[in-house]
């Protein structure tokens, strides 16, 4: 099993960070974090990075569900969307498969929940 969802769009890298958070929001997620790891590299180890950004989508209704299922599963979310520019203007945007991460939990109804906001993400990555 996989642990994310992914495609590779023929556009730059800030296009495609654009058609993410809209595309994220078309399925009910915010983005509540975001890290620009080329950035960080530079300003805190003075190494050069490709582009590659990490968004924290957060669907509220079911990051709800989720925490009254168990209380201890924030500290898997938000769920991640990477994007990367993976050279010749071409860009990857991967997003975690909440149904893998939460494989490490025995609780049926999380797994549903995880089941839900994967088929979420899984449209969201196909619709790019």
Known sequence: MSYYFSKT???????????SVEGLKQEGFGVITEIDLKETFKK???????????L???NPVLAHEALKLEDKVGT?????????DV???????AAID???????????????AA??????????????
């Open 98 to 112: 909440p149904v893998a991460s939460m494989q490490a939990i025995d609780n049926t109804g999380l797994k549903l």
């Open 87 to 93: 050279g010749g203007g071409r860009t990857e945007v």
């Open 115 to 128: 089941d839900r906001v994967g088929a979420k993400l899984k449209k969201f990555i196909e619709a790019l």
């Open 56 to 58: 924290g989508a957060c």
């Open 76 to 84: 898997m979310l938000p769920c991640n969307v990477v994007v990367q």
């Open 9 to 19: 769009l023929p556009v730059g890298f800030d296009e495609a960070v654009r058609r």
């Open 44 to 54: 805190k180890i003075n190494v050069d990075f490709r582009n590659y950004r990490i």
